[in-house]
Each structure stands twice: as structure tokens, then as C-alpha cells.
Nanobody, 124 residues
Framework: QVQLVESGGGLVQPGGSLRLSCAASGFTVDYYAIGWFRQAPGKEREGVSCISSSAGATYYADSVKGRFTISRDNAKNTVYLQMNSLKPEDTAVYYC?????????????????WGQGTQVTVSS
């Protein structure tokens, strides 16, 4: 059974850092792209970052470029999202998902096997 489980969220002050984890089971993250998304209250879910399989091409939303870094640990079958210089507008529930393909599609609807999400709150 394919499953993705997010963890690592929490409360952090502006300018702080968090590292989110997306642990996969039932498939190998090395073979599939994995994306990170977020949804703030009253807003639509938006793409944050994505890493393709094998070659590991990475993509970032303009709002997080230079602050967030996506990476993959094949030995742990886990994808990470390192978030630095956090801002209040980064507050949201963060999700990971896979499009069951090797590349990162632009359309959120192409992704599936969504995790339950992890809350990130940036506040002083």
C-alpha cells in the first residue's frame, strides 16, 4: 500500500527554520517525483517544491526560492523540505504527494497519495 507521511511541522518565530520530512512506504522515492504543497486557511492548495526521480531536478515556487531546499534520502526512502528564513506568510498545512511519474508535472491534480499534512506556524 502506497503511503506518504509528513512530519516536522511546528511553531517557529519569523526568521527561523524547520525541516519537514515525507516518509514513503509501498514504493521507492528514487523512482518517482515527490512534491511538497501547502494550504493556508481560506486559500487554495499551492505547489511549493518538487524533486524528480533519479537525476533529482528540483523546482521551487517563486515565493520560496532561495529559502527552501528539497532533497531526497534514498536509504531512508524519505524526501525533506528544509525551510529557512521563515515568514508569517509561510504558515500553512504542508503536504507531500507523488505524481507516480519520474518528472514533476505543473498541475496539482496530477499528484496523488497525499499525506495527512503537517502544520507549520510562523509567528512571534
Amino acid at each position: 500500500q502506497v503511503q506518504l507521511v509528513e512530519s516536522g511541522g511546528g511553531l517557529v518565530q519569523p526568521g527561523g527554520s524547520l525541516r519537514l520530512s515525507c516518509a514513503a512506504s509501498g514504493f521507492t522515492v528514487d523512482y518517482y517525483a515527490i512534491g511538497w504543497f501547502r494550504q493556508a486557511p481560506g486559500k487554495e492548495r499551492e505547489g511549493v517544491s518538487c524533486i524528480s526521480s533519479s537525476a533529482g531536478a528540483t523546482y521551487y515556487a517563486d515565493s520560496v526560492k532561495g529559502r527552501f531546499t528539497i532533497s531526497r534520502d534514498n536509504a531512508k526512502n524519505t524526501v525533506y523540505l528544509q525551510m529557512n528564513s521563515l515568514k508569517p506568510e509561510d504558515t500553512a498545512v504542508y503536504y507531500c504527494a507523488t505524481p507516480y511519474s519520474s518528472s514533476c508535472p505543473e498541475v496539482i491534480a496530477s499528484f496523488g497519495s497525499w499525506g495527512q499534512g503537517t502544520q507549520v506556524t510562523v509567528s512571534s
